[in-house]
């Protein structure tokens, strides 16, 4: 057993500090990572909750719940900064792989801690694998944002179409990680496969669909 609030308020007291000697884009990313790591919390409470009401095994909530709650999570800070800051798109991606990334960070702490580090097979799937995940699938969300602002179609449907892809793509990697074999290598694939495509998509076509 693991007590995640302490872990959280441990790894989190020193970037609170740090935002008091950082200033502009700087603390906008820290803040953001932030959130992802108190969203993470968030959502492993109601995650839980939701097994136990259910009476799903561990392998099935990884499937049919978590991507669910784990991506509306995740979704919730950034569409919050996107409607309350109308922030320019370049900024709009970097608070999403901020809150990505604390999410994953405090994510694969808690799993470490749980499984034990003696494995550097272990950590590097939980760092390459899962960390590149929760990253590439809310960076994509916030693109899809972009894509439909420019194209004058952003409203609710476009939100929740946007946010049942990230699920998708999230629930797709735990199916396929859930198997041995082939599946679990594709799957563990997958993740670094989208990376490597947004990375491109950023350096090729950044400046079609991200403004200064």
């Known amino acids: 057993m693991i007590y995640a609030e302490n872990i959280l308020l441990c790894i989190a007291v020193p970037l609170v500090i740090s935002l008091f000697f950082v200033r502009g884009e700087v603390r906008r990313y820290v803040a953001a990572f932030l959130l992802g790591m108190g969203v993470c919390l968030i959502a492993a409470y109601i995650s839980g909750f939701l097994n136990l009401v259910t009476g799903m095994g561990e392998n099935d909530t990884s499937i049919f719940l978590s991507p669910v709650v784990e991506e509306l999570m995740k979704l919730m800070p950034l569409l919050f900064f996107l409607v309350m800051f109308a922030p320019e798109d370049r900024t709009l991606t970097m608070l999403a792989v901020a809150i990505?990334?604390?999410?994953a960070t405090f994510e694969n702490c808690c799993y470490i801690l749980t499984?034990?580090?003696?494995?550097?097979?272990?950590?590097?799937?939980?760092?390459?694998?899962v960390g590149v995940m929760h990253i590439v699938s809310i960076l994509a969300l916030s693109i899809w944002f972009i894509a439909a602002k420019r194209l004058k179609v952003f409203s609710?449907?476009?939100?929740?179409?946007?946010?049942?892809?990230?699920?998708?793509?999230h629930a797709l990697y735990n199916l396929l990680v859930s198997e041995p074999?082939?599946?679990?290598?594709?799957?563990?694939?997958?993740?670094?496969?989208?990376?490597?495509?947004?990375?491109?998509?950023?350096?090729e076509k950044g400046r079609f669909f991200l403004s200064e």
């Open 100 to 103: 990505g990334a604390g999410f």
């Open 115 to 129: 499984a034990g580090a003696e494995s550097l097979t272990y950590v590097l799937i939980r760092g390459l694998a």
């Open 156 to 169: 609710f449907p476009a939100v929740v179409g946007g946010l049942a892809l990230a699920m998708i793509f």
């Open 181 to 203: 074999g082939a599946s679990r290598v594709i799957g563990y694939l997958l993740p670094l496969l989208a990376a490597a495509g947004l990375y491109w998509l950023f350096r």
